[in-house]
């Protein structure tokens, strides 16, 4: 089968090669998809550097994340999901990008039957990440004010939209005014081009000086570090990315002094599904040491997979395709990422 591979470090265009590999087969409690389209996700530019010290498998591996299509074998405690129609994410969160996935059931979800297969695999990782932020880590309120980064990026307007759809208020950032107009478009109240304007000041205006209940923040770094200037009393810092640069991740964020007199929360979000009974031990995940990993199971992700299909339904919330793509441009498409000029997500095709 074809598989884009990451064989050395580097930009994507140098980083990828398009090989024929042999697929993984399924093992237990996992299905092998035949997949029509995959998505871009913003950790794969980082893969492709070596940055990404979470996942980083030795070379060659196969890149991408998330992939909509349909199961054609199954191992031992998934067979119930042969035929079915999927969106999964592939196994360690790598695989994605080739003609067969392999994937664990505990990151696969029935792909909506309202949505058609671009905007099926535009759905699933920016609505479960921005619903687990928002709502299972951050207990979002209607009423609240919630700040959200990147925000006509894949994650960033999924997040504007389930805000809204929530009855929060969104004040929202981006890098551009054509992004501007995009964002305006999801309904937020406002939006800041940061690289015009101090958002956090344009934030504090727009809230009375109290500052915002919620930061939802996929860049970090000094972004993190400016948003805490306008996070209110009870706020909630929710770390959810670093595209702003990766190193972060590993650096020292905050000291004692501004989480006690700013007396708010900071909290991280991690969309990595896996078996109540397993979650504990699960390791696959994650290639450097942590302290601690603690993935939400996989009861939470039904949960919030019956919730977003509701809100699929009352029209409440759209997944946003902002180019597609042939399989054999994904590189170029990446880099495109990687400078930001790619809006909602990027679907590759088959
Ligand atoms: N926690 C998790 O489990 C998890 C899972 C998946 C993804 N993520 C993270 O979620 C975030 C969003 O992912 P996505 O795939 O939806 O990406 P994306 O938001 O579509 O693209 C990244 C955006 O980040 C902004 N940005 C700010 N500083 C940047 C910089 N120095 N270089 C490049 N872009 C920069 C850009 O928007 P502007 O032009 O508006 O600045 C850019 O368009 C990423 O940080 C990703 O790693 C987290």
Known sequence: MRAWQVVRHGP?????????????????????????ASVLNYNEVDGCHGRYLTINPPLPYTLGMECVGQVVAAGPGAEDWMGRRVTASGRGATGAHADLVTASTAMSFEAPAILDDARAAAFFYP????????HERGRLAAGETVLVHAAAGGVGSAAVQLARAAG???????GSDEKVAFVQDLGADLVVNYRADDFAARALEATRGLGVDMCF???????????LR?????????????????????????????????????????LAYVDAQMAPHVTDYVSVPVPRFNPPTTEI???VQAHLVELLAGGLIRPLVGATVAFDQLPQALEAMESRRTVGRT???R
């Open 168 to 174: 929060a208020r969104v004040i929202a950032t981006v």
């Open 347 to 349: 679907v590759v095709t």
């Open 127 to 134: 609505f479960h990440l921005a619903h687990l932020g928002l």
């Open 301 to 303: 992700g039904r949960r």
């Open 230 to 270: 306008c996070l209110a009393r009870g706020g909630r810092h929710l770390c959810v990315g670093f595209a702003a640069g990766i190193e972060a991740e590993e650096e020292p964020m905050i000291s004692g002094r501004v989480l006690c007199f700013g007396n708010f929360d900071i909290l991280g979000v991690i």
């Open 217 to 227: 923040d996929g860049v970090g770094g000094a972004t993190m570090q400016q948003s």
């Open 12 to 36: 994507p265009t140098e980083a990828l090669e398009l090989r024929d590999v042999a697929e993984e087969p399924p093992g237990p409690g996992e299905i092998l998809v035949r997949a029509r």
